[in-house]
T-cell receptor, first 114, second 115 residues
Framework: GDSVTQTEGQVALSEEDFLTIHCNYS??????LFWYVQYPGEGPQLLFR?????EKGSSRGFEATYDKGTTSFHLRKASVQESDSAVYYC?????????????FGKGTSLTVIP | EAAVTQSPRSKVAVTGGKVTLSCHQT?????MYWYRQDTGHGLRLIHY???????EKGDIPDGYKASRPSQENFSLILELASLSQTAVYFC??????????????FGAGTRLSVL
């Protein structure tokens, strides 16, 4: 079945550090890939998505490139800020399932130390 | 702006009691979902619905029922609450069409503590 595996647990960085959160997926065909961000006390919200091989999604300085060859969608940011502290979820939706469903990774908690 | 509203925002329940979590969306979306969030497990799908008066089981439906009386409203029901159901619950909505880039819109969550 479809699945998403991402960097698990907690990541602690200092301000202006480079961020990479790894995301690999398993699905048939061309799923749509997402990054969601969840700030404390809120629900997850879409950061960006991509639906084609080599497509780059980006928002608020974060970016990820859809790579079908390596089945990856790694989240990167060149210089993190304290305000980026949040939980990040990689997810996919697979139209081949015949109904709309979303598969989430287990989440990565990012803490940025000022 | 898409809007999904959950109530209550937090609740304390007793073991064996009945709990109802409510969700209302103004997005005019066909699909609605209930997810459970636990540390170490991320977001897990409990039930979903794609039309009023019909619900479907997700990945972890045991101990939960769902009700979709209208397109806008979707409830999650715990008939006999248990300690293991202590978690944060999120409702979400989305539209769906072949080939379109669908997005889940989440509510702010309900923190449920079963004692």
């Amino acid at each position: 079945g479809d699945s998403v595996t991402q960097t698990e647990g907690q990541v602690a960085l200092s301000e202006e550090d480079f961020l990479t959160i790894h995301c690999n997926y398993s699905a048939s065909g061309y799923p749509t890939l997402f990054w969601y961000v969840q700030y404390p006390g809120e629900g997850p919200q879409l950061l960006f998505r991509a639906s084609r091989d080599k497509e780059k999604g980006s928002s608020r300085g974060f970016e990820a490139t859809y790579d079908k060859g390596t089945t990856s969608f790694h989240l990167r940011k060149a210089s993190v800020q304290e305000s980026d502290s949040a939980v990040y979820y990689c997810a996919l939706s697979d139209p081949n399932t015949g109904y709309q469903n979303f598969y989430f990774g287990k989440g990565t908690s990012l803490t940025v130390i000022p | 702006e898409a809007a999904v509203t959950q109530s209550p925002r937090s609740k304390v329940a007793v073991t064996g009691g009945k709990v109802t979590l409510s969700c209302h969306q103004t997005n005019n979306h066909d699909y609605m979902y209930w997810y459970r969030q636990d540390t170490g497990h991320g977001l897990r799908l409990i039930h979903y619905s794609y039309v009023a008066d019909s619900t479907e089981k997700g990945d972890i439906p045991d101990g939960y029922k769902a009700s979709r009386p209208s397109q806008e409203n979707f409830s999650l029901i715990l008939e006999l609450a248990s300690l293991s159901q202590t978690a944060v619950y999120f409702c979400a909505s989305s539209d769906w069409d072949w080939g379109s880039q669908n997005t889940l819109y989440f509510g702010a969550g309900t923190r449920l503590s079963v004692l």
